[in-house]
């Protein structure tokens, strides 16, 4: 079993290897491309890392939120355009979509009227931006629903192979 560090702030990428009881040289082993010296630079927030380094750990930790948290936090330009999800429980994802769907089922008539005639006028720009915000929440909770379902898959929850085929199902459709 790895030691586990006194360091009292640890980034995600430390407490996720922590979490797996992986020593740095174990966890390269693991990762195969990053030598336990590269990890700890990334844990101690002396380097970044790469977005490959990312896209490793995310898929053989079996932490696909590692992506998310890189891009929303780490990478300039995901900084920008990429809001930082946060996991929650399959229940608690779909009454937050349902409640936003909800709310933006009353607002479609709104919606209508403030674009039929291609201008946004000042009058209309409060609740333009009111409906602007609310369809970045259902958004958001539809990210958070993907990254529910890429961690299911990635941890063995859903089979991979029925999923697939699932999905392709649906596209017949």
């Not at 002396?46 to 590692?66: F, G, I, N």
Request: with cysteine.
């Amino acid at each position: 079993m790895a030691r586990v560090s006194t360091k009292e702030n640890k980034n995600i990428y430390h407490r996720t290897r922590e979490a797996l009881q992986l020593s740095r040289e174990a966890a390269s082993e693991l990762l195969e491309s990053i030598p336990p010296e590269r990890i700890e630079k990334i844990e101690n927030e002396r380097s970044l890392p790469h977005p490959d380094e990312v896209l490793t750990m995310a898929e053989k930790y079996k932490q696909p939120s590692l992506c998310n948290y890189y891009c929303a936090n780490q990478c300039p330009i995901g900084q920008q355009y990429v809001p930082e999800i946060k996991i929650k429980d399959l229940s608690q994802i779909i009454l937050e979509m349902l409640a936003s769907l909800n709310s933006m089922n009353k607002r479609k008539e709104r919606l209508i009227e403030i674009t039929a005639d291609g201008v946004i006028s000042d009058d209309e720009l409060e609740d333009f931006i009111y409906i602007q915000e609310e369809l970045e929440r259902i958004s958001i909770t539809v990210e958070t629903l993907q990254l529910w379902s890429e961690r299911m898959l990635a941890t063995g929850a859903i089979d991979a192979r029925q999923y697939q085929a699932a999905k392709e199902g649906a596209k017949g459709r």
